[in-house]
């Protein structure tokens, strides 16, 4: 298994650009979310989905959208990108919501300027 | 909702010292609580975690952490650190029947020989 894959590793934008981070499992979980990181802040949960067709919004969604079209893939596209924007971003999945573990995956490093 | 505070942003200790890093949440509901681990330049991973049962709780590497339900607490302890384990510490915490985990700040430790 390849576990949480994440597309790609780094990324430089300008502000007002878009893109689209790439996020897949192969573990046939359920449950996706997208996480970013940023210094003194830890995780901040930003878009979830609890299966296929199904998502909702976390803690800051605001400039971010996500679709689930399979159980695979969970895409988080940014419309116009912000240096406000800049962090790293985790991709994470899990059998279900609650107490199951998540894995993540390794990690897109942002940088909007 | 809920939420959790790391009281402590970094932790330096020498290297066999003991380590405690500490961990409070707020809940309105009964929760599930999560140690992850993020070694520098990875994503994170489990550690440990209480769901219900004993509140005393172990990962394979030594590592503890105990439930307190009345001090809403849930601190992380190590009798003997070694070099391998400096990295970022989160806790992390889930409402039961609830969709979304929700991290706190992280705690950076860094073992000194």
């Known amino acids: 298994n390849a576990g949480v894959t994440q597309t790609p590793k780094f990324q430089v934008l300008k502000t007002g650009q878009s893109m689209t981070l790439q996020c897949a499992q192969d573990m046939n979980h359920e449950y996706m979310s997208w996480y970013r990181q940023d210094p003194g802040m830890g995780l901040r949960l930003i878009h979830y989905?609890?299966?296929?067709?199904?998502?909702d919004q976390g803690e800051v969604p605001n400039g971010y959208n996500v679709s689930r079209s399979t159980t695979e893939d969970f895409p988080l596209r940014l419309l116009s990108a912000a240096p406000s924007q800049t962090s790293v971003y985790f991709c994470?999945?899990?059998?279900?919501?609650?107490?199951?573990?998540?894995?993540f995956g390794p990690g897109t490093r942002l940088t909007v300027t | 909702a809920q939420s959790v505070t790391q009281l402590d942003s970094q932790v330096p200790v020498f290297e066999e010292a003991p380590v405690e890093l500490r961990c409070n949440y707020s809940s309105s509901v009964s929760v599930y609580l999560f140690w992850y681990v993020q070694y520098p330049n990875q994503g994170l991973q489990l550690l440990l975690k209480y769901l219900s049962g004993s509140t005393l709780v172990e990962s394979i590497n030594g590592f503890e952490a105990e439930f307190n339900k009345s001090q809403t607490s849930f601190h992380l302890r190590k009798p003997s650190v070694h070099i391998s384990d400096t990295a970022e510490y989160f806790c992390?915490?889930?409402?039961?029947?609830?969709?979304?985990?929700?991290f706190g700040q992280g705690t950076r430790l860094t073992i000194n020989p």
């Open positions: 994470a999945s899990s059998y279900q919501a609650g107490p199951y573990e998540q894995y």
């Open positions: 992390a915490v889930s409402g039961k029947g609830a969709q979304k985990l929700v």
């Open positions: 989905s609890v299966g296929a067709g199904i998502t």
